[in-house]
C-alpha cells in the first residue's frame, strides 16, 4: 500500500471528537486497523502501526468498537476522560446501523415504504400498519366525498316526460275505446291504493324482494355496472326498484358513469326522504311494460283490456315478467330476430312461472296459490290494438266527449291537453257499429260518386239518445274523422224542416190558440188549448193571417201564401192528418193562432238550444232552424218520456289519478217539459206518421213515432223518430267541406233519384238501426194518450167538414185523397227571386237573419266550449218567405 495513503497516527484522548476519528480511521479504505482495547489487547505504542489485516478485521473492529447497547471500554482508542465510548447503537467504525453512517439513530419516515431495514423482497411488503391506516384514509375520503355529494344534491324535478299523461276513453260498458292526448306516450298515474297487491308483490319478488328493507340502494350492483361499462361490455341499471325510479323518474335513459353517479347520489337521498310506498306507487306508473304503455294501468288496457285493479294474480305476474325487457318477453313478438312470436312466448311463460314461484321463494305468495294460477296456464294476453286511432267514428266521440267536460266539468282545454284523465263515456259500441253500418249500406247501394257528379259531397248526420236519461248512445259524424273534420251529428247548419212541427202542436195543445178578440199577449187561461182534432184550411198557398184574422203582411207590406209541397190542396183538415201527410199550410197558421213565441218556448223546453233556433217569422213554425242531430233526437226523446226533459250527454264520470273529478250523477236533472198527456198526444199523431203518413218506410216491427223533414231546394232531408226506448234523428245533405266558400247544395238527382225526401235515404238508415240497435230488447208500447182540448177551427177552414174525432187513435180513421206528390214544384210565375240573403255555410256573408252565432255556449252534447261558433250559419228567411224571402216562398215538405 502506498505511503501516502496511509492516515498518520492519532493523538489518543477522549471525548466525542477522539470517537469519531477513531471511526473515520477504523472505516478507511486500506487503512490499517488500530489496536482494539476492548478485543483486550495492550495498546500499541503511539506511533506504531498494526499490520494491515484486510476488509474484513476492518468490519470485525468496527463492530466490535460499537457494541448494541453498551459504550467501548474507555481504555479503547477513541475513548478518553468525559466522552462516550459508543452511543445506544455504537459508535463503532464503519458506517454501522445509524442511517447517518455516524452511529447516531435516523429520522422515521411518515411512510415507511420501500420498509427500512429490511432487504429483497420483504421491503416490498407492507406492514400491517401500513395497510390499516391506508383503508382507513380512503374509507374516510369516500365517506367524506359521499357526505359531501349528499350535502350537495338536491333531489331534481321530475322530468316532464315522466308525468306525460294520456286520456284514456271508455266505452259505455267499460271496454276501452280510445288512448288520446296528452303528448306521445302512453300513460294513466294511478294511485297505489288501486294497484292490486298482486301486482305490488310480483314486482316487488321480481325486481328488487328487499325493497322495504333496504337503503335504496345497492352498491355492489352499482359496482358491477360501473366495472362492466368501464370495460366496454353490456351497459346495465340499477338492481333496486328506488333506483329505477330515480332513472325513469329524474333523469334520462343514458347509460354513462355521469348518469350512474348521479343515479346513486339522487337514490341514497330518495330512499332516506321519500316513503317506500310512494317510491314503489311511482315506480309501478312509470315503468315500461312494452306496447307503448308506460305505468301499470296502461299496460293492463294494453295486455288485458280491464282496468288494473281488476288484474289477477298470473296477470300481474305476467306484466312483471315484461318489466325484464318487453321487446323480448311480448308474446306477441317484438323487434329483431331474436324476438319472434315462438321465442317470446317461451320467454314470458318461464318468467311468468318463475315470477309466481319467486312470490312463494320471497313469502308473497302461497305455495297453494301459485300452483292454482300455474294450473290454469299462461295468461296469453290480447293481440296489440293501436291506442291513439281516431279513424272512423272514434274521433267524432272522443271530440264529443272533451266538448262536454270542458262545458260541464270545470277542467279547462289545457288541463284536458295534459292528459291524466279516464273518461267514461255514456257511448254503446253495438249501437255505434249499427249506424256506421246502416249510413254505409244506403251509401254503398246507392251512390255512386264517380259516375253522378250529383252524388259527390254527401253528408249524412245521426245521433241516438237514450229518453228519460238523456244518454248519447250513439252518433254518426261523418265518414271518417282524420277526413271529414266537422262532426255531422254535432251543429253544422242544416235546417231540419218539417220535423220541427211536433213543437208547434206541443205548444199548441200546452198554451192554446189565443182569442181573436183578446190582446196580442194574453195568459193561458183565456186561450183555447188545441186538439189533434182541430180542423184548418189544408189548400196550397192560403193567405197567412195574424191570430185575430187578419191577414198578415211582411216587412215590405206584402201578403204571405204559403206553399205546400207538390202545390197541392188538401182543403180542411185536421191537424192530425196535417202531420201525417206534411202539409204546411195547417202548421203555419196554427203558429200565428198560438204565437211563434210559444213555439219557441216549445222547442226550447223540448231539448233543442237557444243557438241553435232561426230568428222568429212566421216560417220558424215549419222548420227554418238547424238544430243538430243530438239536440233533435234529444228533443224527440222528451216525447217518448212522457214530457220529460233530460238534457243529452256524453260523459258519464271522469277520474285523474286522486280520484273522481266529475260524476254525471250528482249533476243529472231531469226536468217537467210538458205534461205527460201533452207528450202522449203528440206520440199518438207521431205514431200515425209511420203507419199511415210519410214515415211508412220507418217501420220496423214494433210501436214507432217519427217525422220526415225536407227543406227548400232540396238541400236537406230528415227522418226523426223513437221506440220507448231509444230516439234517433238522420240528417241528409250535400256540401263541399273542402271548398274555400263552403254552401248547401240541391240534392236533386242524388242517387239517381228525382228529389230526396226525409222518407227516402234517412228513413231507410233510420229503420235499418233501429232494428239492429233495438235487437233483443223487448217490444214496449207508448202510453195510451187521452183526449186534450178543444176542436179548433182555422180562419179559412170551413166548420162543417170535419175528417176527424177529437178521440186519440192508434189507426186514425182519415185518409187522403191522393197520396202526397214526390216531385218538387217550382214557385210560381210572379214569385219574387230571394234577395238579401245568406248561403248556411257561407262563414263570409253578414247578413244579420239566421243563426249568427250556431255554436252551443252552453257545450255539452252540441257545442264546444262556448262562444259564437264558427259553423255556418242558417239563411235569415227575411220575414215569412223562409229562406228566400218572398210572398210566395217558404217551406217544402215531402
Not at 315522466?162 to 288520446?180: C, E, F, I, L, P
Not at 303528448?183 to 321480481?206: C, E, F, H, T, Y
Not at 328488487?208 to 370495460?231: L, Q, W
Not at 232494428?771 to 207508448?782: E, N, Q, S, W
Amino acid at each position: 500500500m502506498s505511503e501516502h495513503r496511509r492516515k498518520p497516527p492519532q493523538p489518543q484522548g477522549g471525548g466525542r471528537a477522539a470517537a469519531r476519528r477513531a471511526g473515520q480511521q477504523s472505516s478507511g479504505r486500506r487503512a490499517a486497523p488500530t489496536h482494539n482495547a476492548a478485543a483486550g489487547s495492550d495498546a500499541t505504542p503511539q506511533g506504531e502501526e498494526r499490520p494491515y489485516g484486510g476488509r474484513a478485521a476492518a468490519r470485525r473492529a468496527a463492530q466490535r468498537s460499537g457494541g448494541r447497547r453498551r459504550g467501548s471500554d474507555p481504555s479503547a482508542a477513541g475513548a478518553g476522560p468525559g466522552g462516550r465510548g459508543g452511543g445506544r447503537r455504537g459508535t463503532g467504525g464503519g458506517r454501522g446501523h445509524g442511517p447517518g453512517g455516524d452511529g447516531t439513530p435516523g429520522k422515521k419516515r411518515f411512510i415507511d415504504y420501500p420498509r427500512g431495514g429490511r432487504s429483497g423482497f420483504r421491503r416490498w411488503v407492507p406492514s400491517w400498519r401500513l395497510v390499516t391506516g391506508t383503508f382507513i384514509f380512503f374509507f374516510a375520503v369516500l365517506l367524506g366525498a359521499v357526505g359531501i355529494g349528499l350535502w350537495l344534491v338536491e333531489v331534481p324535478t321530475a322530468q316532464a316526460a315522466s308525468q306525460t299523461q294520456k286520456n284514456v276513453y271508455y266505452w259505455a260498458d267499460g271496454k276501452q275505446m280510445v288512448v288520446s292526448g296528452g303528448g306521445d306516450l302512453n300513460r294513466q298515474i294511478v294511485p297505489l291504493s288501486k294497484i292490486p297487491k298482486s301486482m305490488q308483490n310480483a314486482v316487488i319478488s321480481a325486481e328488487n324482494a328487499s325493497f322495504y328493507d333496504d337503503s335504496g340502494v345497492d352498491p355492489m350492483g352499482i359496482a358491477r355496472a360501473v366495472v362492466n361499462m368501464a370495460k366496454g361490455g353490456a351497459t346495465q341499471s340499477g338492481s333496486t326498484i328506488t333506483q329505477q325510479f330515480v332513472k325513469n323518474t329524474y333523469l334520462d335513459q343514458s347509460q354513462t358513469l355521469t348518469r350512474k353517479v348521479k343515479e346513486l347520489f339522487i337514490s341514497i337521498k330518495v330512499g332516506a326522504t321519500k316513503d317506500k310506498d310512494y317510491i314503489l306507487g311511482s315506480y309501478l306508473n312509470t315503468a315500461y311494460y312494452g306496447r307503448g304503455a308506460y305505468g301499470c294501468q296502461a299496460a293492463a288496457r294494453a295486455y288485458f283490456d280491464r282496468d288494473c285493479s281488476k288484474l289477477t294474480p298470473s296477470q300481474s305476474a305476467f306484466l312483471a315478467s315484461t318489466l325484464n325487457g318487453p321487446n323480448l318477453y311480448d308474446p306477441n313478438g317484438g323487434y329483431g330476430a331474436a324476438a319472434t312470436k315462438e321465442a317470446n312466448t317461451k320467454r314470458a311463460k318461464q318468467r311468468w312461472e318463475w315470477t309466481l314461484r319467486r312470490e312463494v321463494a320471497v313469502h308473497r305468495m302461497s305455495r297453494t296459490e301459485a300452483q292454482k294460477w300455474i294450473g290454469k296456464g299462461f295468461p296469453m294476453p290480447q293481440n296489440p290494438k293501436v291506442a291513439t286511432n281516431k279513424q272512423g267514428q272514434i274521433g267524432y266521440l272522443t271530440d264529443l266527449a272533451d266538448n262536454y267536460i270542458i262545458a260541464n266539468t270545470g277542467i279547462s282545454k289545457s288541463k284536458l291537453d295534459k292528459g291524466g284523465y279516464q273518461i267514461h263515456t255514456t257511448f254503446d259500441r253495438k249501437k255505434i257499429s249499427e249506424l256506421t253500418r246502416a249510413v254505409e249500406k244506403v251509401s254503398k247501394e246507392n251512390l255512386r260518386p264517380k259516375q253522378r257528379v250529383e252524388d259527390k259531397h254527401v253528408q249524412f248526420g245521426g245521433a241516438s239518445v237514450e229518453p228519460k236519461t238523456g244518454k248519447i248512445l250513439a252518433i254518426y259524424g261523418g265518414k271518417n274523422a282524420l277526413e271529414h273534420y266537422r262532426n255531422n251529428a254535432d251543429y253544422t247548419g242544416v235546417q231540419v224542416g218539417s220535423t220541427f212541427k211536433p213543437f208547434v202542436m206541443a205548444a199548441a195543445m200546452t198554451n192554446g190558440a189565443r182569442d181573436p178578440k183578446g190582446p196580442r199577449e194574453q195568459p193561458d187561461s183565456e186561450r183555447t188549448l188545441v186538439s189533434p182534432s182541430s180542423v184548418y184550411n189544408g189548400d196550397n198557398k192560403v193567405t197567412l193571417r195574424d191570430y185575430d184574422g187578419t191577414v198578415w203582411h211582411d216587412k215590405d207590406g206584402k201578403e204571405w201564401h204559403q206553399r205546400n209541397d207538390g202545390d197541392e190542396d188538401k182543403g180542411p183538415i185536421s191537424l192530425r192528418t196535417a202531420m201525417q201527410y206534411s202539409v204546411n199550410t195547417p202548421f203555419i197558421q196554427l203558429g200565428m193562432d198560438v204565437g211563434t213565441d210559444k213555439v219557441r218556448d216549445a222547442a226550447l223546453a223540448a231539448g233543442l238550444n237557444k243557438e241553435q233556433l232561426s230568428s222568429i217569422t212566421p216560417t220558424f213554425s215549419l222548420g227554418t232552424s238547424a238544430p243538430s242531430a243530438i239536440r233533435l233526437a234529444g228533443a224527440y226523446a222528451t216525447f217518448a218520456a212522457s214530457g220529460q226533459q233530460a238534457e243529452p250527454y256524453s260523459v258519464e264520470r271522469v277520474e285523474d289519478k286522486n280520484g273522481t273529478v266529475y260524476d254525471h250523477k250528482q249533476e243529472a236533472e231531469v226536468k217537467r217539459a210538458f205534461d205527460s198527456n201533452v207528450a202522449n198526444n203528440v206520440t199518438n199523431v207521431l205514431e200515425n206518421v209511420v203507419q199511415h203518413g210519410t214515415g211508412t218506410s220507418a217501420k220496423i216491427g214494433r210501436p214507432v213515432a217519427g217525422k220526415t223533414g225536407t227543406t227548400d231546394e232540396n238541400k236537406s232531408a230528415w227522418f226523426s223518430g223513437y221506440t220507448p226506448q231509444l230516439s234517433t234523428a238522420i240528417g241528409m245533405w250535400r256540401v263541399d267541406d273542402q271548398a274555400k266558400s263552403q254552401k248547401f247544395l240541391s240534392m236533386r238527382g242524388v242517387g239517381g233519384q228525382k228529389t230526396i225526401h226525409g222518407a227516402s235515404f234517412p228513413a231507410q238508415i233510420w229503420a235499418d238501426y233501429m232494428r239492429g240497435a233495438l235487437k233483443g230488447v223487448p217490444v214496449k208500447d207508448f202510453p195510451a194518450a187521452t183526449p186534450i182540448g178543444q176542436k179548433v177551427f182555422g180562419e179559412d177552414a170551413s166548420p162543417s167538414p170535419t175528417p176527424t174525432t177529437d178521440k186519440p187513435s192508434e189507426s186514425p180513421s182519415e185518409s187522403p185523397s191522393e197520396s202526397p206528390s214526390e216531385s218538387p214544384s217550382e214557385s210560381p210565375s210572379g214569385s219574387p227571386t230571394p234577395t238579401g240573403t245568406c248561403d248556411p255555410l257561407d262563414l263570409n256573408c253578414n247578413d244579420n237573419g239566421g243563426n249568427g252565432n250556431g255554436g252551443n255556449q252552453n257545450g255539452g252534447a252540441n257545442g264546444g266550449p262556448g262562444g259564437p261558433s264558427t259553423s255556418p250559419t242558417t239563411e235569415d228567411p227575411g220575414g215569412p218567405g223562409g229562406i228566400f224571402g218572398g210572398p210566395t216562398g217558404g217551406r217544402r215538405e215531402e
